[in-house]
């Protein structure tokens, strides 16, 4: 069964520093592409920004371009979404997801999602 | 940056009834890159239809996609309980890959 199992809740202080995980199980992870999508509370998704694993080729919305920080490490399967000094509008509930095999191109539908992690920033 | 806009915001109907979802693009969306989402309260997304009309593994035939340019519709013929939620329909022909912002799909 193909799985993205994603880090636990955070609670975060603005001006910290925080990155969340998202393991890919169940299938070669270094041939899709994996993307973040963010969602406020209340409010619809967003696309952050793609990465494909096998060489790190990352693509950001220009949204959110400078904004985070997306990586990944192939050995353990795992991509990664940072920020360097957090805001309270970064208070969102934050899903990974699955792309399309490199060959074809990162153009392509998300399946699966991950299960989200929320991250709170709250003086 | 192309700009999807989801129609009606809200839509009351009741069960065995059909709903149709309407999902338009500032631009023509290549190829049909057009996907269609459910999500219920305290659930992550899930992928219902791609390429515009072709339904997800698992999906149930009372669901289809449609359209093509700028222009589609998800419908489901015979609404379920189970299939009262929030849809989002997103392009992934043009980064950025953008989402429409939502359809409550609510029970009358």
């Known amino acids: 069964e193909v799985q993205l199992v994603q880090s636990g809740a955070e609670v975060k202080k603005p001006g910290e520093s925080l990155k969340i995980s998202c393991k890919g199980s169940?299938?070669?992870?270094?041939?899709?592409?994996i993307g973040w999508v963010r969602q406020m509370p209340g409010k619809g998704l967003e696309w952050m920004g793609i990465i494909y694993p096998g060489d790190s080729d990352t693509r950001y919305s220009p949204s959110f371009q400078g904004q985070v920080t997306i990586s990944a490490d192939k050995s353990i399967s795992t991509a990664y979404l940072q920020w360097s000094s957090l805001k309270a509008s970064d208070t969102a509930m934050y899903y990974c997801?699955?792309?399309?095999?490199?060959?074809?191109?990162?153009?392509?539908?998300?399946?699966?999602w991950g299960q989200g992690t929320l991250v709170t920033v709250s003086s | 940056e192309i700009v999807l806009t989801q129609s009606p915001g809200t839509l009351s109907l009741s069960p065995g009834e059909r709903a149709t979802l309407s999902c338009r693009a500032s631009q023509s969306v290549s190829s049909s890159y057009l996907a269609w989402y459910q999500q219920k309260p305290g659930q992550a997304p899930r992928l219902l239809i791609y390429g515009a009309s072709s339904r997800a593994t698992g999906i149930p035939d009372r669901f289809s996609g449609s359209g093509s340019g700028t222009d589609f519709t998800l419908t489901i013929s015979r609404l379920e309980p189970e299939d009262f939620a929030v849809y989002y329909c997103?392009?992934?022909?043009?980064?950025?890959?953008?989402f429409g912002q939502g359809t409550r799909l609510e029970i009358k």
């Open positions: 169940g299938y070669s992870f270094t041939s899709y592409w």
């Open positions: 997801v699955r792309g399309g095999e490199a060959v074809a191109g990162m153009e392509n539908w998300f399946d699966p």
């Open positions: 997103q392009q992934y022909g043009s980064s950025p890959f953008s």
